[in-house]
């Protein structure tokens, strides 16, 4: 996206908010990491250990609840398989659970009224949603901006999609250095998180993204800096 004042927003999301067809409306739980291994075989052990953790498995569970809680009663029939599958990206592994509805007959369910209802996710606005938005409006000590925005298209009869706007970056003139370039990304807490884990999950989702400024960046020093909030 090309924002006011030469400011430029960007990013790799893997996550689709909800994408709509007619009378079927899609979306997709994603929550649960492991970084990509060094070969096929150690990449099927890893998601093996991925789809048998407790704590992730319990993550997604919650994901997974969440959006089921919002979706069950627009639905005349659903789709949605028992377990997760293993979402192979290019340097991490995903838990991934796809969920599929029928709109209720006369329904006047459209597209935006989808997004306002799954955005935020539960994984980037917390469970339950309006109590623990309250909480990070009042603890974050930044403001997220497009971050985990909803970004998409609509089209005249209005089908169309929306993703999550994760693993992203704002660059350009945007109120601070010309030459800056912002990334974000986070990961879900849930009670049996782990601080540190926590941390290397989160910059292990921005290295793709990093990796594809360096290599455009070529021929320049770049510096590069982390801080948690």
């Not at 979306?27 to 990509?36: D, I, K, Q, W």
């Not at 935006?112 to 935020?120: C, E, F, G, I």
């Not at 989702?205 to 801080?227: C, F, H, N, Y």
């Amino acid at each position: 996206l090309r924002l006011p004042g030469m400011a430029h927003f960007f990013g790799s999301t893997p996550e689709t908010l909800v994408r709509m067809k007619g009378e079927i409306l899609e979306t997709t739980a994603l929550a649960g990491t492991r970084p990509r291994g060094d070969s096929t075989k150690t990449d099927k052990l890893l998601g093996e250990e991925l789809l048998s953790s407790s704590k992730d498995l319990e993550e997604h569970r919650l994901v997974v609840s969440e959006i089921m809680r919002t979706l069950v009663p627009l639905s005349s029939s659903l789709s949605v398989p028992q377990r997760p599958r293993i979402r192979t990206l290019r340097n991490v592994l995903h838990l991934e659970t796809p969920i599929s509805i029928r709109l209720l007959e006369n329904s006047t369910i459209g597209l935006l009224d989808a997004v306002h209802l799954l955005h935020p996710t539960p994984a980037l606005g917390g469970s339950p949603r309006k109590e623990a938005l309250q909480w990070m409006q009042a603890n974050e000590e930044w403001e997220r901006g497009w971050y985990a925005a909803p970004i998409g298209w609509i089209d005249s009869n209005g089908d169309g999609e929306f993703v999550v706007a994760i693993r992203s970056a704002l660059s350009g003139n945007h109120g601070s250095k010309r030459d800056e370039i912002t990334l974000f990304a986070g990961c879900g807490i849930v009670n049996a998180s782990d601080a540190e884990s926590e941390w290397k999950e989160t910059n292990m989702k921005l290295d793709a993204i990093l990796k594809a400024i360096v290599t455009l960046d070529k021929g320049r020093k770049l510096e590069t800096s982390s801080e948690a909030s």
